[in-house]
C-alpha cells in the first residue's frame, strides 16, 4: 500500500504543471493505448496530454471502449463525459450499462455537465432516473440522485419528486434532500409537506421524505409573496412539531428557523412577527414563538419594549402551550436562561442599567447551573455540541454583565470588569477546545463568539431603528465593551486601545494558569485534527482506481497536512507563547464592526480613525502564517472602511487610493487560492468582499469625481462577481443611467423592495423618471433605514449631491425630504 502512494507521490511530482504537448488528431489513439499500459510514467504522460482535449480523442476513447480493461476504461469514461459534444452526449450514455460500477461512475457525470446547458437534458434526466432506479451499486444510485438536483431544472426536479415517493426506504429520503432550494423546486417541495398530513395515512408522504423537506419548506414559504398568511400554509410547521418521528420534529425546528432567518434577510420584520403571533395562536410551542418574538424585536425591529414583554411571557405558566409531549426544543433550564437574558438587553436598551444587570445576574444563575451538569463528559456528540453552545451563552451574560455595569456608570478599568472579561476568555477558550476534540479544528477567536444569535452584535450593536437608545451612548458602550475585552486578550482585538493596567493573570494569558492549560489541549487536539485529516485523505488516494487518475489535487493536500503535520509536531516540544496564542486564535472583527457602526451613524472621521487603528494593529503584529488569508481579508476590510470614510469626507483621490489597495489585496488573495485549488464555494467570501469594494469606487467615481464610464467599468465588474437583490438593483440603476429602460425596468420588476434598495431604488426610478416612485422610496430610505438624526441627515447630504436624483431637484417634495432637521 505504501508503495503505491510513493508510486502517485512520484507520478505528481509537480501537481500543479499541466502538459504543454499539442496533441495531434493521429497522435490520440495510440495515446489511448498508452492508458493500458503497465509503465506508470508513460499512462501519466498519456493521460495528461489527453485530459487537454483535441481534436480526434473522443473517437479515440470511444474506439474499442468494451473490450478494454477497467482500468483503461475508467480514464476513458472520465475523458468521455468530459468532452463529449452535445451531439457526442447519447453516444456516452449508451455505455451507461458497463459492468464495472466504478466506470458506470464516470461517465454519468456527463449528466450533470452545466456547460452543455439545455442540450440532451431530456436524454440526461432520464439517465440520471434510470440509474437511479436500476443501477445495482448504491453508491452509484446515490450519485445519480444528487446529480438530478446539481442540474436544477423543472424536469430534474419532478423527477426527484417522484422518486421521493416510490424509492425504498433511506433511498427516497436521499432523492428528496436532493432537491435543490431554488424556485423550481418549491412546487415539488410544498406538495411533499402538503401530502405528509394528508388525511389517508396511505397516501402520506414517509416521514423520512418529510424529514428531509421540511427545511426547505421553510425558506420556500418566506420567499413566496404570501407565504405562511393561511392557517393550511402554516400547519405543517404546527403539525410537524407535534409529529410521532424525532426527525420529523426537527427538520420542522429547523424549517421554522430557516424562514424567519431568510424574512429577516428580505427585511419582512414586520411579517415575520406577524406569523409568529398566528403560529402560537394556531396552537405552536408558546415557548419558541415568544423566543423569537423578542429576538426579532430587540435586533431587528429596534423596539425594546415589545422584545421585554415577550422575554418574560417565556417563562409565564401559560409558555409550555402547544409545546408536544418529549419534544425535544431544548432544556427547561435554557429557557429560563433565554428569559432573563434577553430580558437583560431590553433593560439595557430601555436605560434600565441596574434592571439589566439584575437580570442578567439571574441568567448568570442559570447557565451556571446548565455548566455543572457537564454534558461535556458523555460520550454523545449533541451533548457535548450543547455543553460547547452553553459555554457560548455563559460567556455572553459575562458581556452582558460587563455591559450593564458601565452603563450604570462602572469606571471602564474596574478590576470586577476586567475579571468578568477574563472569565468570558476563559469560557471562549473552553468551548474551542470542545470543538477541536469534536471536529479537529482548533483556530477560533472573539467572532466565534459574538456570530451567535444571542450576541449583542446582533441584538443591539447593529443598524436597527431604536426610540430609546441614544446612538452615542450605544456607540461609546460598544468601544468600551471591545476595549475591555481587547484588555484580557490583546493580540486578539486589534484596533481597541487596552485600559490602563491590570493584574498579570488577568491581562496575560500566558501567566494565567487555566487558559495557558487550555491553550496547551487546544494544541494537542489541533495536532490530532491534523493527523486524522492527513489519513483520510490518504485513504481518498489509496482507494482510487488508479495512480494516474489520482486529482493533482488531493497529493498536493496530502503533502500539505503531512508538512503541517511535522511543523505541529515539531511546535510542540517548545512552551506555549505569544506566537501559539496568534496561531490559535484569529483576529476579531469588533473593531471594524464599531467603524461601520461610527460611519452610519455620520462619524466617517472616527470611524475612519477606528479602521486605521485597527490595520495598524494588525500591520505591526504581522498576518500569522496559520491564518494568512484570513489575515489579507481582515486588511481589506479595513481598507474599505477608511475608503468608504474618504469618501464620505469629500477627499475621493485619497478614497480611491486606499479602495483601489483593498481591491490588490483580494486580487492576490483570489490568486493564491486558486493556485492552491479553491473550489468557486471556497471563493465566495472573497468575491463577496471584492464586489463591495467595486461599488465603493463605483460610488465614488460616479457621486465624487463624476466619471460616470469609470463607475460603470467598476460595476459592472462587481456584478460578475455577486448578484443578490441590491447588487440586482444597482444593476437596474447602473442601465437607467445609461438609457437602457427596458432592461432597467425588467431588473425592477424582479426586484423585492426592502430596506437595503429603497434608496437605489429611488435613485433608478428618478432616472427613468418616475418621480412619485422615486419620492417614495427616497422617504421609506429615510425612515426605515437610518438609525438616529445624525445617519438621516447624513443621507439627506448625500442625496441632496446625488447626480442619479438631479431630477428630483426643484421638486418641493424632495426638498423637504432632504432638508437637514
Given at each position: 500500500?505504501?508503495?503505491?502512494?510513493?508510486?502517485?507521490?512520484g507520478?505528481?511530482?509537480?501537481p500543479l504543471?499541466?502538459?504543454?504537448?499539442?496533441?495531434?488528431?493521429?497522435d490520440?489513439?495510440?495515446l489511448?493505448?498508452?492508458l493500458?499500459?503497465?509503465?506508470?510514467?508513460?499512462?501519466?504522460?498519456?493521460?495528461?496530454v489527453?485530459?487537454q482535449g483535441?481534436?480526434?480523442?473522443?473517437?479515440?476513447?470511444?474506439?474499442?471502449?468494451?473490450?478494454?480493461?477497467?482500468i483503461?476504461?475508467v480514464?476513458?469514461?472520465?475523458?468521455?463525459?468530459?468532452?463529449?459534444?452535445?451531439?457526442?452526449?447519447?453516444?456516452?450514455?449508451?455505455?451507461l450499462?458497463?459492468?464495472?460500477?466504478s466506470?458506470?461512475?464516470?461517465l454519468?457525470?456527463?449528466?450533470?455537465?452545466?456547460?452543455l446547458?439545455?442540450?440532451?437534458l431530456?436524454?440526461?434526466?432520464?439517465?440520471?432516473?434510470?440509474?437511479?432506479?436500476?443501477?445495482?451499486?448504491?453508491?452509484?444510485r446515490?450519485?445519480a440522485?444528487?446529480?438530478?438536483?446539481?442540474?436544477?431544472?423543472?424536469a430534474?426536479?419532478?423527477?426527484?419528486?417522484?422518486?421521493?415517493?416510490?424509492?425504498?426506504?433511506?433511498?427516497?429520503?436521499v432523492a428528496?434532500?436532493?432537491?435543490?432550494?431554488?424556485?423550481?423546486?418549491?412546487?415539488?417541495?410544498?406538495?411533499?409537506?402538503?401530502?405528509?398530513?394528508?388525511?389517508?395515512?396511505?397516501a402520506?408522504?414517509?416521514?423520512?421524505?418529510?424529514?428531509?423537506?421540511?427545511?426547505?419548506?421553510?425558506?420556500?414559504?418566506?420567499?413566496?409573496?404570501?407565504?405562511?398568511?393561511?392557517?393550511?400554509?402554516?400547519?405543517?410547521?404546527?403539525?410537524?412539531?407535534?409529529?410521532?418521528?424525532?426527525?420529523?420534529r426537527?427538520?420542522?425546528?429547523?424549517?421554522?428557523?430557516?424562514?424567519?432567518?431568510r424574512?429577516?434577510?428580505?427585511?419582512?420584520?414586520?411579517?415575520?412577527?406577524?406569523?409568529?403571533?398566528?403560529?402560537?395562536?394556531?396552537?405552536?410551542?408558546?415557548?419558541?414563538?415568544r423566543?423569537?418574538?423578542?429576538?426579532l424585536?430587540?435586533?431587528?425591529?429596534g423596539?425594546?419594549?415589545?422584545a421585554?414583554?415577550?422575554?418574560?411571557?417565556?417563562?409565564?405558566?401559560?409558555?409550555?402551550r402547544?409545546?408536544?409531549?418529549?419534544l425535544?426544543?431544548?432544556d427547561a433550564?435554557?429557557?429560563?436562561?433565554?428569559s432573563?437574558?434577553?430580558?437583560g438587553?431590553?433593560?439595557?436598551?430601555l436605560?434600565?442599567?441596574?434592571?439589566?444587570?439584575?437580570?442578567f445576574?439571574?441568567a448568570?444563575?442559570?447557565?451556571?447551573?446548565q455548566?455543572?451538569?457537564?454534558l461535556?463528559?458523555?460520550?454523545?456528540?449533541?451533548?457535548?455540541?450543547?455543553?460547547?453552545?452553553?459555554?457560548h451563552?455563559?460567556?455572553?451574560v459575562?458581556?452582558?454583565?460587563?455591559?450593564?455595569?458601565?452603563?450604570?456608570?462602572?469606571?471602564?478599568?474596574?478590576?470586577?470588569?476586567?475579571?468578568?472579561?477574563?472569565?468570558?476568555?476563559?469560557?471562549?477558550?473552553?468551548?474551542?477546545?470542545?470543538?477541536?476534540?469534536?471536529?479537529?479544528e482548533?483556530?477560533s477567536?472573539?467572532?466565534?463568539?459574538?456570530?451567535?444569535?444571542l450576541?449583542?452584535?446582533?441584538l443591539?450593536?447593529?443598524?436597527?431603528?431604536?426610540?430609546?437608545?441614544?446612538?452615542?451612548?450605544?456607540?461609546a458602550?460598544?468601544?468600551?465593551?471591545?476595549?475591555?475585552?481587547?484588555?484580557?486578550?490583546?493580540a486578539?482585538?486589534?484596533g481597541?486601545?487596552?485600559?490602563?493596567?491590570?493584574?498579570?493573570?488577568?491581562v496575560?494569558?500566558?501567566?494565567?494558569?487555566?487558559?495557558?492549560?487550555?491553550?496547551q489541549?487546544?494544541?494537542v487536539?489541533?495536532?490530532?485534527?491534523?493527523?486524522?485529516?492527513?489519513?483520510?485523505?490518504?485513504?481518498?488516494i489509496?482507494?482510487?482506481?488508479?495512480?494516474f487518475?489520482?486529482?493533482e489535487?488531493?497529493?498536493?493536500?496530502l503533502r500539505?497536512?503531512?508538512?503541517?503535520?511535522?511543523?505541529?509536531?515539531?511546535?510542540?516540544?517548545?512552551?506555549?507563547?505569544?506566537?501559539?496564542?496568534?496561531e490559535?486564535?484569529?483576529p476579531?472583527?469588533?473593531?471594524?464592526?464599531?467603524?461601520?457602526?461610527?460611519?452610519?451613524?455620520?462619524?466617517?472621521?472616527?470611524?475612519?480613525?477606528?479602521?486605521?487603528?485597527?490595520?495598524?494593529?494588525?500591520?505591526?503584529?504581522?498576518?500569522?502564517?496559520?491564518?494568512?488569508?484570513?489575515?489579507?481579508?481582515?486588511?481589506?476590510?479595513?481598507?474599505?472602511?477608511?475608503?468608504?470614510s474618504y469618501t464620505?469626507?469629500?477627499?475621493?483621490l485619497?478614497?480611491?487610493?486606499?479602495?483601489?489597495?483593498a481591491?490588490?489585496?483580494?486580487?492576490?488573495?483570489?490568486?493564491?487560492?486558486?493556485?492552491?485549488?479553491?473550489?468557486?464555494?471556497?471563493?465566495?467570501?472573497?468575491?463577496?468582499?471584492m464586489?463591495?469594494?467595486?461599488?465603493?469606487?463605483a460610488?465614488?467615481?460616479?457621486?465624487k469625481?463624476?466619471?460616470?464610464?469609470?463607475?460603470?467599468?467598476?460595476?459592472?465588474?462587481?456584478?460578475?462577481?455577486?448578484?443578490d437583490?441590491?447588487?440586482?438593483?444597482?444593476?437596474?440603476c447602473?442601465?437607467?443611467?445609461?438609457?437602457?429602460?427596458?432592461?432597467?425596468?425588467?431588473?425592477?420588476a424582479?426586484?423585492?423592495?426592502?430596506?437595503?434598495?429603497?434608496y437605489?431604488?429611488?435613485?433608478?426610478?428618478?432616472?427613468?423618471?418616475?418621480?412619485?416612485?422615486?419620492?417614495k422610496?427616497?422617504?421609506?430610505?429615510?425612515?426605515?433605514?437610518?438609525?438616529?438624526r445624525?445617519?438621516?441627515?447624513?443621507?439627506?447630504?448625500?442625496a441632496s449631491?446625488?447626480?442619479?436624483?438631479l431630477?428630483?431637484?426643484?421638486?418641493?417634495?424632495?426638498?423637504?425630504?432632504?432638508?437637514?432637521?
Amino acid at each position: 500500500m505504501r508503495a503505491l502512494l510513493l508510486l502517485v507521490l512520484g507520478l505528481a511530482a509537480a501537481p500543479l504543471v499541466k502538459s504543454s504537448v499539442m496533441l495531434d488528431q493521429d497522435d490520440a489513439p495510440a495515446l489511448v493505448q498508452d492508458l493500458g499500459s503497465q509503465d506508470p510514467g508513460r499512462t501519466r504522460a498519456a493521460w495528461d496530454v489527453l485530459a487537454q482535449g483535441g481534436d480526434g480523442v473522443f473517437e479515440a476513447c470511444l474506439t474499442g471502449f468494451r473490450d478494454a480493461s477497467r482500468i483503461e476504461r475508467v480514464a476513458r469514461g472520465k475523458l468521455l463525459a468530459t468532452q463529449a459534444t452535445a451531439a457526442q452526449v447519447p453516444q456516452v450514455l449508451a455505455l451507461l450499462d458497463d459492468p464495472a460500477a466504478s466506470v458506470r461512475l464516470e461517465l454519468s457525470q456527463v449528466c450533470t455537465r452545466g456547460d452543455l446547458g439545455a442540450a440532451a437534458l431530456d436524454l440526461r434526466v432520464a439517465a440520471l432516473e434510470h440509474i437511479a432506479r436500476h443501477d445495482n451499486e448504491p453508491g452509484i444510485r446515490e450519485v445519480a440522485l444528487g446529480a438530478l438536483g446539481s442540474l436544477d431544472v423543472a424536469a430534474a426536479c419532478e423527477t426527484l419528486g417522484r422518486l421521493a415517493r416510490e424509492m425504498v426506504h433511506g433511498e427516497r429520503g436521499v432523492a428528496a434532500k436532493a432537491l435543490p432550494e431554488t424556485p423550481r423546486a418549491a412546487a415539488v417541495v410544498a406538495a411533499l409537506v402538503a401530502d405528509g398530513f394528508a388525511a389517508d395515512v396511505t397516501a402520506r408522504t414517509p416521514s423520512d421524505v418529510l424529514a428531509a423537506v421540511l427545511p426547505a419548506h421553510g425558506f420556500h414559504l418566506a420567499n413566496a409573496t404570501e407565504g405562511g398568511s393561511t392557517a393550511a400554509q402554516r400547519a405543517p410547521l404546527v403539525l410537524g412539531l407535534r409529529h410521532p418521528d424525532p426527525d420529523v420534529r426537527r427538520a420542522t425546528a429547523e424549517g421554522f428557523q430557516r424562514m424567519l432567518a431568510r424574512l429577516r434577510t428580505l427585511g419582512q420584520v414586520p411579517r415575520a412577527l406577524q406569523l409568529l403571533e398566528d403560529l402560537e395562536a394556531q396552537g405552536f410551542d408558546a415557548r419558541v414563538t415568544r423566543y423569537h418574538r423578542s429576538l426579532l424585536a430587540l435586533g431587528s425591529a429596534g423596539d425594546a419594549a415589545t422584545a421585554k414583554a415577550a422575554a418574560q411571557r417565556l417563562r409565564h405558566g401559560d409558555a409550555r402551550r402547544g409545546a408536544a409531549a418529549g419534544l425535544e426544543l431544548g432544556d427547561a433550564r435554557l429557557w429560563l436562561f433565554r428569559s432573563h437574558y434577553l430580558e437583560g438587553w431590553s433593560e439595557l436598551t430601555l436605560g434600565h442599567g441596574g434592571a439589566a444587570r439584575a437580570a442578567f445576574s439571574r441568567a448568570w444563575d442559570v447557565i451556571d447551573a446548565q455548566l455543572a451538569q457537564r454534558l461535556d463528559l458523555e460520550e454523545v456528540d449533541g451533548l457535548n455540541r450543547a455543553h460547547m453552545d452553553t459555554e457560548h451563552q455563559a460567556a455572553l451574560v459575562l458581556v452582558g454583565l460587563i455591559a450593564a455595569r458601565l452603563t450604570e456608570g462602572d469606571a471602564i478599568d474596574d478590576p470586577e470588569l476586567l475579571e468578568l472579561a477574563r472569565q468570558a476568555h476563559t469560557l471562549t477558550l473552553e468551548a474551542q477546545l470542545h470543538f477541536a476534540k469534536l471536529y479537529g479544528e482548533a483556530r477560533s477567536g472573539w467572532d466565534g463568539l459574538f456570530d451567535h444569535e444571542l450576541s449583542p452584535y446582533r441584538l443591539i450593536f447593529n443598524a436597527v431603528l431604536r426610540a430609546d437608545f441614544d446612538p452615542d451612548q450605544r456607540l461609546a458602550l460598544e468601544e468600551s465593551l471591545g476595549r475591555i475585552l481587547a484588555t484580557v486578550s490583546p493580540a486578539e482585538l486589534p484596533g481597541f486601545s487596552v485600559v490602563a493596567t491590570g493584574p498579570p493573570h488577568v491581562v496575560d494569558p500566558l501567566q494565567d494558569d487555566r487558559r495557558h492549560g487550555l491553550f496547551q489541549q487546544i494544541r494537542v487536539w489541533r495536532l490530532e485534527g491534523v493527523q486524522r485529516a492527513k489519513d483520510e485523505m490518504l485513504t481518498r488516494i489509496l482507494e482510487t482506481v488508479a495512480p494516474f487518475l489520482v486529482p493533482e489535487d488531493d497529493v498536493d493536500m496530502l503533502r500539505r497536512l503531512e508538512q503541517h503535520e511535522a511543523m505541529l509536531v515539531a511546535g510542540m516540544r517548545d512552551e506555549v507563547s505569544v506566537e501559539t496564542l496568534r496561531e490559535l486564535r484569529l483576529p476579531g472583527s469588533q473593531a471594524l464592526w464599531l467603524a461601520t457602526s461610527l460611519r452610519t451613524e455620520a462619524r466617517s472621521r472616527d470611524s475612519r480613525r477606528v479602521a486605521e487603528s485597527y490595520r495598524a494593529d494588525l500591520e505591526s503584529e504581522g498576518i500569522s502564517s496559520a491564518w494568512y488569508y484570513l489575515g489579507q481579508e481582515r486588511l481589506a476590510r479595513a481598507d474599505l472602511a477608511i475608503g468608504g470614510s474618504y469618501t464620505d469626507e469629500d477627499e475621493p483621490l485619497r478614497a480611491q487610493e486606499v479602495l483601489l489597495r483593498a481591491l490588490g489585496r483580494l486580487e492576490d488573495l483570489e490568486r493564491r487560492m486558486a493556485e492552491t485549488g479553491a473550489s468557486a464555494t471556497d471563493l465566495a467570501p472573497t468575491h463577496s468582499l471584492m464586489a463591495d469594494v467595486l461599488v465603493g469606487l463605483a460610488v465614488n467615481s460616479n457621486v465624487k469625481l463624476g466619471r460616470i464610464a469609470e463607475a460603470l467599468v467598476w460595476y459592472e465588474r462587481a456584478y460578475t462577481l455577486r448578484s443578490d437583490e441590491f447588487m440586482g438593483v444597482l444593476l437596474a440603476c447602473y442601465r437607467a443611467r445609461m438609457g437602457r429602460t427596458e432592461e432597467a425596468r425588467a431588473l425592477l420588476a424582479r426586484t423585492k423592495p426592502g430596506p437595503g434598495t429603497y434608496y437605489n431604488l429611488a435613485c433608478t426610478h428618478a432616472l427613468l423618471g418616475d418621480t412619485n416612485e422615486a419620492l417614495k422610496f427616497l422617504d421609506l430610505d429615510l425612515r426605515e433605514s437610518h438609525t438616529s438624526r445624525p445617519s438621516r441627515n447624513k443621507q439627506r447630504a448625500w442625496a441632496s449631491e446625488d447626480p442619479d436624483l438631479l431630477s428630483l431637484r426643484e421638486d418641493p417634495r424632495f426638498q423637504e425630504l432632504v432638508r437637514p432637521r
